[in-house]
């Protein structure tokens, strides 16, 4: 119940088109739903994150949908570009916890 | 603005020996703060967090150990190292009731190879 399902595992999308990635969770008392973005050999960096009230956020070319009834959420990435490249790491966490529970990640190439 | 420092940014350490990892966070007080690893291409796991001085909770029974001797200070060690603790140790700091929510925020991670 404590888990996020994240997918898929890699990705591999052409300059300009749109990357998808989703994510599931199975607990309710989750309230807020980050997305991070990590470079290789850096740390994760909070890219867009949103709560269950709304059922989209957007910010530039990255927007989360958000389905509650569904328990998923999932990003997407318009007009994707090779420097996008990197791994995307989905959340979860519940209010009054101090603990993420992460998806396992995706792998994302955007080809030139 | 709120910055984290964690060191050292790379080492290469024997089997038995042992190992201190540092992060102190800058312009908060009070924050949240945990140790994760991050295995070669693998996801997030989190090993410690720490909610005030002194005052750890561990998630995953291991060879390591972690201290908060002071607010912002947060210290990851092991006294005798194993090869499977080779990864990429990242420390995080969030602060609770923040505009934003609970985020948690990374500093720029520990490359560790144990030979």
């Known amino acids: 119940q404590q888990q996020v399902k994240q997918s898929p595992q890699s990705l591999i999308v052409q300059k300009g088109g749109i990357s998808i990635i989703n994510c599931a969770y199975e607990?309710?008392?989750?309230?807020?739903f980050p997305w991070y973005q990590q470079f290789p050999g850096k740390g994760p960096a909070l890219l867009i994150a949103?709560?269950?009230?709304?059922s989209e956020k957007k910010e530039g070319r990255f927007t989360i949908s958000f389905n509650k009834s569904a328990k998923q959420f999932s990003l997407h990435i318009m007009d994707s570009q090779p420097g996008d490249s990197a791994t995307y790491f989905c959340?979860?966490?519940?209010?009054?916890?101090?603990?993420?529970?992460f998806g396992t990640g995706t792998r994302l190439k955007v080809l030139a | 603005s709120q910055t984290i420092h964690q060191w050292p940014a790379t080492l290469v350490q024997p089997v038995g020996s042992p190992l201190s990892l540092e992060c102190t966070v800058e312009?908060?007080?009070?924050?949240?703060l945990y140790w994760y690893r991050q295995a070669a291409g693998r996801g997030l796991q989190l090993l410690f967090y720490s909610v005030g001085i002194g005052q750890i909770s561990s998630e995953v029974p291991q060879n390591l150990s972690a201290s908060r001797p002071q607010d912002r200070q947060f210290i990851l060690s092991s006294k005798k190292l194993l090869l499977s603790d080779s990864g990429f140790y990242l420390c995080?700091?969030?602060?609770?009731?923040?505009?934003?929510?609970?985020?948690?925020?990374f500093g720029e991670g520990s490359w560790l190879t144990v030979v």
């Open positions: 995080a700091w969030s602060v609770e009731g923040a505009p934003g929510g609970n985020t948690i925020y």
């Open positions: 312009g908060t007080s009070n924050p949240n």
């Open positions: 607990n309710t008392a989750f309230d807020y």
């Open positions: 959340a979860a966490s519940g209010r009054g916890t101090y603990k993420y529970i």
């Open positions: 949103i709560r269950p009230d709304v």
